[in-house]
């Protein structure tokens, strides 16, 4: 009997490298309303403890963007738009703890200038460095066709 080979087609790079770009304007847009409700709530936080704890806000509300998107359908908005979705090794989505993993991962990754993401360049199925770390892949969605 054939062993039967995965048929789950992985991303090309300029694809991935679209949906960051993309994926970067969300963040921006989610960061600014995020920012607008910081002051609004409590006032100017250029300085001292408010300072760290927007920049801990920011980072809480983006976590959640993402792992809520992950966790629920597999796809952010960018990745919806660019019909791509990221699932477990075994194609089921992914789990909370995985999420959340992966979110604190990435955000690692992005303050290393961003070496995490350009692993996907030398890697022979252009994944990032934490999804091959959790052996999460992003995939082309068929469903989305």
């Known amino acids: 009997m054939p062993v039967q ?59 959640g963007y993402f792992i809520w998107c992950w966790i629920s359908t597999g796809r952010t908005l960018a990745m919806q738009s660019w019909r791509m979705r990221v699932v477990s090794q075994h194609g089921h989505s992914l789990t909370l703890s995985a999420a959340v993993l992966r979110y604190v991962l990435a955000s690692v990754s992005a303050l290393c200038l961003g070496l995490g993401f350009l692993w996907a360049l030398v890697d022979r199925n252009h994944c990032y460095l934490h999804d091959r770390i959790l052996k999460s892949k992003i995939i082309i969605d068929r469903t989305c066709l």
């Open 5 to 63: 080979q995965n048929t789950e087609a992985a991303p090309g790079i300029l694809k991935l490298g679209a949906s960051l770009v993309y994926e970067l304007l969300t963040m921006s847009a989610l960061s600014f309303l995020a920012v607008f409700v910081f002051i609004f709530l409590l006032g100017d936080a250029t300085a001292g403890l408010k300072q760290w704890l927007l920049r801990l806000v920011l980072w809480l509300v983006l976590g």
